[in-house]
Each structure stands twice: as C-alpha cells, then as structure tokens.
C-alpha cells in the first residue's frame, strides 16, 4: 500500500482553499504549487539554477518527448534524468498519453496500449501502461502519470465512456507494474481522473481512483478547449468526488485567473506551458493583467513591467529596454520575459498561501481578479 505523501496544513475558513506539505524522494514542496513545464529536461529559454534560485522545487518533464529523444537508453546511462539535466530537485513526469493523442498523425488505441507515430520522424511505436511506467522508472520521476485515454470537449457519452473504462483498465495495470518494479520505481504514481463532460461519469471515475492505491490523484479532461464557464463548474464538481486526503492535480492550467480558480476547489498541484510560451512571443504577467511588451506604447517608458517583481527585468531593465531587446530579436528578450513570467507566478503563489493561512483567499481572489480584469491601460 501507498503511504500518505501530502498532509494539510491549513484550509481557509471562507473557500475550499487549503496548504499542505507534499513529502516526495528530492525534498517536500509546499502546496498550491505551480510547476514550471521542462518537456525535454529543460524549463525553456532559462538555466535550471534561475529557476532553483527563484524557489521552485518541482519541475515537469513529458514521458513521450523524452522517450523519443534523448530516448530511454540515454536517460538510464546518466541514472535518470535528475543527473543527466543537473536538476537536484523533483521531477513529475506525465505519461505522455496527450502528446500521444495530439500529436501523432497515426494512432490506434486498444486494451493493450496505443500505437502511434513519432511526430519527429514518422516511426512507429507502441506505449502499454507497463511501458509507460518502466519509461519513468528509468526517468527516476518523482511523481509519475497513469497512462491515460484522452478525449476532446466534443464528443459523445459511448465515447467518453469507453475512454473511462480503458483508462481504469490501464490504471489497474499500471498499480501492478509499479509493485513489480519494486524498489527501481522510487517515485509515487499519479492516477488520473476522466470522464469527459459528462457528469455521472465524472463521478464513477472519481471515486474509482480516489479508492485505488495511488497517493495522488491528476483530475484529467480539463483545459482542453472548454469554455471558462465549464472548466469551472466540471473543476468544482470533480473536486467534491475526489478523496481530501490525498494531493489533487490539475494538469494544464497557468494563466492566473484558472489558478485562483483551482485554487479555490482545493487543488494543490498544477501545471502549464503557457508561462513560458506567451514569454518568448513578450507577453509579461503583471497585477493589472497580461502586458504586451512588443506594443508601441512601451517605446518610452522607463517604468519596470510588474514594480513589485524581483526578476531581473524588473529589478534591473524598463520595458522601453526589453522591448527594444524583441523588436531586434535579441535572445535576451525573451530570456528576461521567461524569468519574469515564472517568478511572477511564484510569487502569486506565495502570496496565496499566505491568503490561505489568514482566512483571507476569497478576499484576495476577489481583489486580484478586480484589478487583473480591470482597465488594461497596459496592454
């Protein structure tokens, strides 16, 4: 049996909001917590050492990108990923199912596994949920991911429900096969939540994989195209079925509204690539909502992006500056962007922790939000 990993620590007295402590093999993390995506063993466009230095302590990797390329005799030659990527602290690794799913122009999906085509160079491979959870044991993944079916907002109830019954088949494999790698898997194994929009399926796969033996569960299916509206009330309705007493994790959500959201339903884990990738186009967090750098109104302006950030391009560049570095295509535009955009998000995190901790959430949500959706006089 899995022993416990997350032990809370505090839930805000007006919201289903909540911190808690997360034990996994390189150190404990405190929770919410947002983690930065690294889909090839790097967080893009900045040194691992910046993101340390910044306060993170978990970082994502993808199971199918790293399987492709550095593949899998590569990442065991180095002793895993942790080594080979000079990364000390913990890795989550998703099984790699979306990527299967999205990118691959050739896939059949069976009992057995999917089959599929590398999207780098047309060859054919074959993920089972044994595979998937052998390829992060060699990964050395701190908490890993259940091979999964994944499903688009648009389909009918026959499809999202032979999707649920082959993603509880494949999770049943997957706790098997984690037993029998015995102490080679150090990590902890994620199951994950599908079900599509359809609520009573929702809620069989929720209790299905709340009673099984993982210490953590993913809530699946979300952020996939729905409208805010939705993702809202399937996030809340998911939540309430999914046992309290072990880490929830919502896979996909960055921007800082969909965290306050998440955040509000009791989630403590997510992650998103969308810092990162809205960084190198100069789209900057801030208070007052998403600044568009690139934007003429910046040419002159000698003022930080965010006068409370303490990255590098806040504390040491004006926006007139860092524009100019992504009108002339300079790397170090959105190098700078990159830093900002993840520091900014660790810092929202801390201070909602600290929102937490004083019973005060509902009331910094509502605030934060006032002034994020407010007047964009900066964009």
Known sequence: ??????????????????????????????????????????????????????????????????????????????????AFSSWKHNILTDSGGFQVFSLSKLRKIKDAG???????????????PEKVVDIQTIIGSDIAMVLDVCTPPDIDYRAAQEAWRVTKL?????????????????????????????KELRKESAETISAMDFPGIAIGGLSVGETPDRFSDFLAY????????????????????YILD???????????????RTARHG??????????????????????????CGCTACTQYSRGYIRHLFKAGEMLGPMLATEHNLMYLHTLMERIKNAIKNNSFSVFRKEYLARYYGEKKNV
């Open 1 to 82: 049996m899995s022993h416990p990993i997350h032990t809370v620590t505090h839930i805000d007295a007006g919201s289903h909001a909540r911190c808690g402590l997360l034990s996994l093999p390189h150190g404990t993390i405190e929770t919410p917590a947002f983690m930065p995506v690294g889909t090839n063993g790097t967080v893009k466009g900045i040194y691992h050492e910046k993101v340390e230095q910044m306060g993170y302590r978990l970082i994502l990797g993808n199971t199918y990108h790293l399987y492709l390329r550095p593949g899998c005799d590569v990442l065991e030659s180095f002793g895993g990923l942790h």
């Open 114 to 128: 999917v089959t599929f085509q590398s999207h780098i160079d047309g060859s054919r491979h074959a993920f089972t």
């Open 170 to 198: 494949w999770a049943e494999r997957s706790l098997i096969r984690r037993d029998e790698n015995g102490e080679k898997f150090r990590g902890c194994l994620f199951g994950i939540v599908q079900g599509n929009f359809f």
């Open 238 to 257: 998911t939540t309430e079925m999914v046992t309290p007493e072990k880490p929830r994790y919502v896979m996909g959500i960055g921007s800082p509204d």
């Open 262 to 276: 998440a955040v509000a339903n009791g989630i403590d884990l997510f992650d998103c690539v969308l810092a990162t």
């Open 283 to 308: 789209l900057l967090f801030s208070d007052d909502g998403p600044v568009n750098i690139t934007k003429a109104i910046h040419e002159f302006s000698s003022e930080p992006v965010e006068p409370t």
